[in-house]
């Protein structure tokens, strides 16, 4: 099993260009989270999708929508990149109401300019 | 306002020179207290969940324990190998979804 995975694993862009970051997992988890890693910040939730079909905003969404593609698949897109969201991303999962402990991926670094 | 609090911000440790992480919490039902390691340029790793005063749980030199503030993360006689950023988080009530809240991390150095 290759747990969670994202891609890409790093990315520069310019102020107001737009991209998608891929998350997968292939625990069969039916939860899945997007994460920003910030110095000094610490991990904060960006959007969460608590099951197939559903998404929710977590602590900072604005900048960002979400996908849920499919029960494997959950997406996070920039509309229009801002240098505020220079961060790193991580992507987790977890089983949900029979299962809380959540699964990281291993991140993909952006870099806005 | 719920609150993760993780001291101290980082620790420089000699090989074998045994020390304890501390994360103190203030949130209203709280369902678990997670442990996690994350070393650099890495997404965190699992270690530990803990859902009641009193729990304990161990593996290898790393030993969690919790108390209904706060929560320790004791390293036993560490190794170079042990250097990374310890991360805890608590898993809210219900209503407020299956959402992890994290603090801010220790930053752990082991010099041999």
């Known amino acids: 099993n290759a747990g969670v995975t994202q891609t890409p694993k790093f990315q520069v862009l310019k102020t107001g260009q737009s991209m998608t970051l891929q998350c997968a997992q292939d625990m069969n988890h039916n939860s899945m989270y997007w994460y920003r890693q910030d110095p000094g910040m610490g991990l904060r939730l960006i959007y969460y999708s608590a099951s197939e079909g559903t998404t929710d905003k977590g602590e900072v969404p604005n900048g960002y929508n979400v996908s849920r593609l499919n029960k494997r698949e959950f997406s996070l897109r920039l509309e229009s990149a801002a240098p505020s969201q220079t961060s790193v991303y991580f992507c987790a999962s977890s089983a949900g109401e029979s299962g809380e402990t959540q699964y990281f991926g291993p991140g993909t670094r952006l870099l806005v300019l | 306002e719920d609150q993760v609090t993780q001291s101290p911000e980082a620790l420089r440790l000699q090989e074998g020179e045994s020390s304890s992480l501390n994360c103190s919490y203030t949130v209203s039902g709280l369902r678990g207290l997670f442990w996690y390691r994350q070393d650099p340029g890495k997404g965190p790793e699992f270690l530990f969940t803990l859902y009641s005063a009193g729990e304990e749980k161990e593996k290898e030199r790393l030993k969690a324990t919790l108390t209904k503030k706060e929560s320790f993360l004791h390293i036993t006689a560490p190794k170079p190998e042990d250097s990374a950023t310890y991360l805890c988080?608590?898993?809210?009530?219900?209503?407020?979804?299956?959402?992890?809240?994290f603090g801010g991390g220790t930053r752990v150095l082991v010099k041999p």
């Open positions: 988080a608590v898993l809210l009530s219900v209503a407020a979804g299956n959402k992890l809240t």
